[in-house]
């Protein structure tokens, strides 16, 4: 089976720094997403990680270590705009297992 | 290109009715899969299909079933409807598979009375 944990919810400030970790457990691992979807909306690609390592992609970062099965979302400069909840995803076996998702409120 | 389509964007029912959902993927993919979204459980994978067959499930009752056509169009349905399956249905599309960007369509809200 497949398990994935989130924080439910994190606060920031504008212009912080933020940190969204995802843990999971899995028979089979191909890669992690990572999507945004902020309230009544469809999510949205943010990051996809297959082998250990940093991604970045302007403001936003993404880290993988297979083997301690974890992975975060590094969120730099916040924005009110990013006020979203941020879904962890896993694929492998021809399954993809979201998160609960991790709601982040970026107050002034 | 145009996005991921869904129709209806909101539907009231009753229990016991059965609905269906409607999603066209984006023009070009044929990996079409469905979630069911609500507050409590996130996000979850219905099914997934792949030139007109249902290629992955996910770990939801019979009652929840669907087809692709030919153009990759995809419906779901859910028969004898219950009240806890009201929630967000979400369609996505990618080019041929889950190991790749998985593109949402706006979703169908389903409330079952």
């Known amino acids: ?108 | 290109k145009a996005g991921v389509t869904q129709t209806p964007r909101y539907l009231i029912k009753t229990r016991g009715q059965q609905v269906t959902l409607s999603c066209s993927p984006i023009s070009g993919h044929r990996s079409v899969s469905w979630y069911q979204q609500t507050p409590g459980q996130g996000l979850q994978f219905l099914f997934e299909y792949f030139s007109e067959t249902q290629r992955n499930k996910g770990n939801f009752p019979g009652r929840f079933s669907g087809r692709q056509f030919s153009n990759s169009r995809s419906e779901m349905n859910v028969s004898t409807l219950e009240l806890g399956d009201s929630a967000l249905y979400l369609c996505a599309s990618s080019l041929e598979n889950l190991q790749e960007t998985q593109y949402f369509g706006p979703g169908t809200r389903l409330l079952v009375l």
């Open chain 1, 1 to 108: 089976g497949q398990n994935i944990d989130q924080p439910t919810e994190m606060t920031a400030t504008e212009g912080a720094i933020v940190q969204i970790n995802c843990t999971y457990q899995t028979s089979g691992f191909n890669g992690l997403f990572w999507y945004q979807q902020h309230a009544g909306e469809a999510p949205t690609f943010l990051s996809y990680n297959v082998l250990d390592g940093l991604e970045e992609k302007g403001r936003f970062s993404s880290f993988l270590s297979r083997s301690k099965g974890y992975s975060y979302l590094l969120l730099k400069e916040l924005q009110m705009k990013d006020s979203a909840s941020y879904l962890c995803a896993v694929t492998g076996f021809q399954k993809l297992v979201f998160g609960t998702g991790t709601r982040l409120l970026v107050s002034p």
